[in-house]
T-cell receptor, first 110, second 113 residues
Framework: DAKTTQPNSMESNEEEPVHLPCNHS???????IHWYRQLPSQGPEYVIH???SNVNNRMASLAIAEDRKSSTLILHRATLRDAAVYYC???????????FGDGTTLTVKP | NAGVTQTPKFQVLKTGQSMTLQCAQD?????MSWYRQDPGMGLRLIHY???????DQGEVPNGYNVSRSTTEDFPLRLLSAAPSQTSVYFC????????????FGDGTRLSIL
């Protein structure tokens, strides 16, 4: 299965933009890139997904490299409530089997 | 709209006991999955199902059984609990297809003594 690689941790200041990177060098042509986040003591929640083009929604933006081997989740103005573990996963053709890595723990400083 | 409901929220077992973690969804999702999350770690896939009557193993299936007799329910059975199975268990569901996001329950916190 294609794996993703993320930094273990990142820090940001409140109200500043945050760029969370993810490498997925073995991505296949039909794999969608999904991002989730997990707040303390909660289950993961969906953030955004994309295939080739950059995507925006109310929570974040997703920038996908032209060769699709990496992507970046962008939080435009970090708030204290954005402190969480962020997971980048590949949703494959056999989409029933999605595997998560250890994610990036984002700390937001006031 | 209840979404994904997991019961119980907390459970303490003794080594060797068996139990079933319940997961139900009311969104008519084809796909359902069970994950475990150990302290400070990411989620690891235990078993998953792409429809009623169809299940398959994930990354860490040993010691767990599943069945999917209905679209709504996907119970996870611990056959003989071991301390190594102390973890938080999450159930997730989604529509089929690579675009579809997964919806997660609030988790079951399980301790094996």
């Amino acid at each position: 299965d294609a794996k993703t690689t993320q930094p273990n941790s990142m820090e940001s200041n409140e109200e500043e933009p945050v760029h969370l990177p993810c490498n997925h060098s073995t991505i296949s042509g039909t794999d969608y890139i999904h991002w989730y986040r997990q707040l303390p003591s909660q289950g993961p929640e969906y953030v955004i997904h994309g295939l080739t083009s950059n995507v925006n929604n109310r929570m974040a933006s997703l920038a996908i490299a032209e060769d699709r081997k990496s992507s970046t989740l962008i939080l435009h103005r970090a708030t204290l409530r954005d402190a969480a573990v962020y997971y980048c996963i590949l949703r494959k053709t056999n989409a029933g089997k999605s595997t998560f890595g250890d994610g990036t723990t984002l700390t937001v400083k006031p | 709209n209840a979404g994904v409901t997991q019961t119980p929220k907390f459970q303490v077992l003794k080594t060797g006991q068996s139990m079933t973690l319940q997961c139900a969804q009311d969104m008519n999702h084809e796909y359902m999955s069970w994950y475990r999350q150990d302290p400070g770690m990411g989620l690891r896939l235990i078993h998953y199902s792409v429809g009623a009557g169809i299940t398959d193993q994930g990354e860490v299936p040993n010691g767990y059984n599943v069945s999917r007799s209905t679209t709504e329910d996907f119970p996870l059975r611990l056959l003989s609990a071991a301390p190594s199975q102390t973890s938080v268990y999450f159930c997730a569901s989604s529509y089929g297809g690579t675009r579809q996001p997964q919806h997660f329950g609030d988790g079951t916190r399980l301790s094996i003594l």
